[in-house]
RNA sequence: GCCCCGGUAGCUCAGUUGGAUAGAGCAAUUGACUUCUAAUCAAUAGGUCGCAAGUUCGAAUCUUGCCCGGGGUGCCA
């Protein structure tokens, strides 16, 4: 049962009648949603703000629309009598036997009492998406982590899910890669650990590219920083104008040359780091030297691989599943899966028909030598086809969506990519408008950038992206520590053997690293901090686990047969305050749901979670369970300890977390 | 220059799409462990919601202008 959308249910037929209009016309619905949470229990449970609104369009004092409203309301089988308080804010009480009656019905539901949409939509989620030749990074967690909640639950609501996981497997990398293996493979090293031998090898052509395009942009990087400098320091000596407001914005404009320059400088001494990341070594200073040509080589290996060469294309079939199989197993470790890995070689034949399709519709215009996508509203075109020929990832990702279209016919397609891409998006789903498909719902579902805890993106000391395998072994070293002190400071000592131990770390590392990620609001950027994922009291993982763990030892303890308590007739009785309010937010669980697939917002998951798990723990310091004063108290107080325990089980499950039974 | 995102308690962040007295965690102060797992709970303190106007019964939320920070901005993804 989802207690607000019955309510607005009943809202909806006493507007119509008072609005004497349809109960699904648009002004009945804007009204109807209205109907909320209360943000303080003193206000009742849930409450109707429409009676404002409404009074006003009625030319009538919004108290009596409130009276009138709450005559109509046929609501007396769920709530107490309603209460109208303030300007006319309609307070709403659930009866208790109604949430008696809700809970005995979430007791013997496996779904906790959730109901499937009542009208299924097919998703197509694309996340994660790591580059196949490099090693996924910290920033693959939150798309990975992210995409794959969402589709968790939009799965359990009952919509149709295809996960796809769009690998880049056919890009400029990969071209790195192919150079490398040619030129500077350790062929021991590449029989020892291939996928080590070409994390190697790109890591290598890269810098090497690198420092040939720092060498190549330095001088007039150098000019330019200089230029600046100087205007700064001339805008500096130069006299200040009498006029206040033309001081004033000599003053700004003095700020601004500044803040160029420093930005400049530091254009220029990230260049200069590249540079001198490869002079001050003599062995890449040699290769540096020895192929001055690289990047055009490394990219020529792109393009022959593209256009079909025997020995690339050779190369790539044995490089590609070994790379995808080092990166499957950092999912297995994460509880991630694909329905789909269709990567971007997958879509290499359909692109010039993309192109061809576009030019047809005249949305394709040459300019430049480049193939271009101009659009009102946006300055730049969006490039399909570069001027020597090669497609871009605008033209693989069109060409996806064709595919996606054809094959699943969604109702939506997300896509869980960094925020700094959205201009991509935008051009991208205008484009797909404009093309022809027009039913369909494309999301961008952005998230901001991991940073560390000085506000910078996250990197290792020495400026290297931190990579994700190091990551999750961090977190679960973390954890591991962490549960052994506890197990070792129990009252009655450790119950926990060194494999359990090890097992319950590996749950509770990952899960920290997860969670941290999920709770936040996807938008913001998030500092990175393994003592604050860890932590064992606010908004974490850990806690929730804890939580979880904490109810299912009183199940142990008591020797509860918990599915016979379930299969009983006992029933939960809601004397004690600290008792209703916990239904209360049990019964909540399916509306914390709605709120999340509405803007695909994990964090409003773990926020009920949290809530949850705050209200147990008040619950659990006020209501003895094992030592309730009476049989019959003991049971209804299981029964919430089980609803409880089930409820953070499923929802933890959602976002792809597990719990322990002992921690 | 233009476009997008953000600015909320000392710190890290929520804020149910315009509702009543803006909430958590950390840090600070106080109290509660022969326990149903204290990895906890209860309580205190902490705010001109960047600034200024506007919209209305009502604004952290919507509009406009400005200040500050981040990102993007024609051939990487």
Same mark, same amino acid.
């Given at each position: 049962m989802n207690t607000i959308s019955i309510l607005r249910q009943r809202f909806s037929h006493a507007l119509a009648a008072l609005l004497d209009e349809p109960a699904d016309s648009a002004a009945v619905c804007e009204l109807v949603d209205m109907v909320r949470r209360s943000q303080d229990a003193k206000f009742g449970d849930y409450q109707a703000n429409c009676a404002m609104p409404l009074g006003k369009r009625l030319g009538r004092p919004p108290r009596d629309v409130a009276t009138e409203l709450v005559e109509r309301l046929d609501i007396d089988d769920l709530c107490e009598p309603a209460e109208i308080a303030g300007p006319g804010f309609i307070n709403l009480r659930l009866r208790d036997a109604a949430l008696v009656d809700a809970l005995a019905a979430a007791v013997?539901?496996?779904?906790?009492?959730?109901?499937?949409?009542?009208?299924?939509?097919?998703? /197509?989620?694309?996340?994660?998406?790591?580059?196949?030749?490099?090693?996924?990074?910290? @920033?693959?967690?939150?798309?990975?982590?992210? @995409?794959? !909640? $969402?589709s968790r639950t939009l799965r359990f609501l009952g919509h149709r899910v295809v996960t796809d996981n769009h690998v880049g497997d056919w890009g400029t990398q990969f071209g790195m890669i192919l150079f490398g293996y040619k030129n500077f493979r350790d062929e021991s090293a590449y029989q020892a650990s291939p996928v080590t031998e070409l994390a190697r090898l790109y890591?290598?052509?890269?810098?090497? &590219?690198?420092?040939?395009?720092? &060498?190549?942009?330095?001088?007039?990087?150098?000019?330019?920083?200089?230029?600046?400098?100087?205007?700064?320091?001339?805008?500096?000596?130069?006299? +200040?104008?009498?006029?206040?407001k033309e001081a004033k914005q000599q003053k700004k404009a003095l700020q601004k040359l500044r803040s160029q320059a420093d930005d400049q400088a530091k254009v220029v001494a990230a260049l200069?780091?590249?540079?001198?990341? &490869?002079? %001050?070594?003599?062995?890449?200073?040699?290769?540096?030297?020895?192929?001055?040509? /690289?990047?055009?080589?490394?990219?020529?290996?792109?393009?022959?691989?593209?256009?079909?060469?025997?020995?690339?294309?050779?190369? =790539?079939?044995?490089?590609v599943p070994l790379c995808l199989e080092d990166i499957e197993r950092i999912y297995r470790r994460l509880g991630v899966t694909f329905d789909e890995t269709l990567g971007e070689s997958f879509y290499h034949e359909r692109l010039p028909g993309v192109v061809a399709s576009l030019r047809e519709r005249g949305l394709a215009t040459d300019s430049d030598g480049a193939v271009c996508v101009f659009l009102d509203g946006f300055d730049t075109p969006m490039i399909v086809e570069k001027q020597d020929?090669?497609?871009?990832?605008?033209?693989?990702? $069109?060409?996806?969506?064709?595919?996606?279209?054809?094959? =699943?016919?969604?109702?939506?397609?997300?896509?869980v990519v960094d925020h700094r891409? !959205?201009?991509?998006?935008?051009?991208?789903?205008?484009?797909?408008?404009? =093309? *022809?498909?027009? %039913?369909?719902? #494309?999301?961008?579902?952005?998230?901001?950038?991991?940073?560390?805890? !000085?506000?910078?993106?996250?990197?290792?000391?020495?400026?290297?992206?931190? %990579?994700?395998?190091?990551?999750?072994?961090?977190?679960?070293?973390?954890? #591991?520590?962490? +549960?052994?002190?506890?197990?070792?400071?129990?009252? *009655? @000592?450790?119950?926990?053997?060194?494999?359990?131990?090890?097992? +319950?770390?590996?749950? /509770? @590392?990952?899960?920290?690293?997860?969670?941290?990620?999920?709770?936040?609001?996807?938008?913001?950027?998030?500092?990175? !901090?393994?003592?604050?994922?860890?932590?064992?009291?606010?908004?974490?993982?850990?806690?929730?686990?804890y939580a979880y763990a904490r109810v299912r030892s009183i199940f142990a303890r008591g020797e509860v047969d918990v599915e016979a308590l379930r299969a009983s007739d006992a029933g939960v009785a809601l004397a004690e305050p600290a008792e209703r309010a916990l239904a209360l937010e049990i019964l909540r669980f399916s509306e914390a749901l709605d709120a999340v697939v509405a803007d695909y917002r994990p964090n409003q998951l773990t926020a009920y979670l949290f809530d949850l798990a705050?209200?147990?723990?008040?619950?659990?310091?006020?209501?003895?369970?094992?030592?309730a004063p009476d049989a019959e108290t003991r049971a209804s107080r299981l029964l919430l300890c089980d609803l409880t325990a089930r409820t953070i089980a499923q929802g933890l499950e959602l976002l792809g977390i597990r719990v322990v039974e002992k921690m």
């Open positions: 013997v539901d496996e779904r906790l009492g959730v109901a499937p949409a009542e009208r299924p939509r097919t998703f /197509v989620i694309d996340y994660s998406a790591p580059n196949v030749a490099k090693p996924m990074h910290v @920033g693959h967690i939150r798309s990975t982590v992210i @995409g794959d !909640s $969402l890591r290598l052509v890269n810098q090497l &590219v690198g420092y040939h395009a720092a &060498v190549a942009r330095l001088p007039e990087a150098r000019a330019e920083a200089e230029r600046l400098q100087a205007s700064a320091a001339a805008a500096q000596h130069a006299p +200040v104008s009498a006029d206040k200069e780091a590249t540079i001198a990341g &490869v002079e %001050g070594d003599p062995q890449l200073e040699r290769l540096a030297a020895e192929y001055p040509d /690289v990047g055009a080589r490394a990219l020529a290996e792109t393009a022959k691989l593209h256009a079909g060469d025997a020995e690339n294309l050779r190369l =790539w079939h044995e490089f020929g090669a497609f871009l990832y605008a033209t693989t990702d $069109l060409a996806t969506i064709a595919y996606r279209m054809e094959r =699943w016919s969604p109702d939506a397609i997300l896509y891409q !959205s201009l991509h998006f935008e051009q991208l789903f205008a484009t797909v408008r404009l =093309w *022809g498909f027009d %039913g369909v719902e #494309l999301e961008h579902v952005g998230f901001g950038t991991v940073m560390d805890t !000085s506000g910078k993106p996250y990197k290792t000391r020495s400026g290297d992206t931190v %990579g994700l395998e190091s990551l999750l072994d961090e977190a679960v070293q973390r954890a #591991l520590k962490i +549960v052994s002190e506890n197990d070792d400071a129990k009252p *009655g @000592g450790a119950t926990l053997d060194a494999a359990t131990r090890a097992q +319950v770390a590996e749950t /509770v @590392g990952i899960a920290a690293l997860k969670y941290a990620d999920l709770s936040q609001n996807r938008e913001s950027d998030y500092v990175f !901090s393994y003592d604050k994922m860890l932590a064992m009291n606010g908004n974490t993982a850990t806690y929730m686990q705050g209200r147990y723990s008040t619950f659990f310091e006020q209501c003895p369970v094992l030592k």
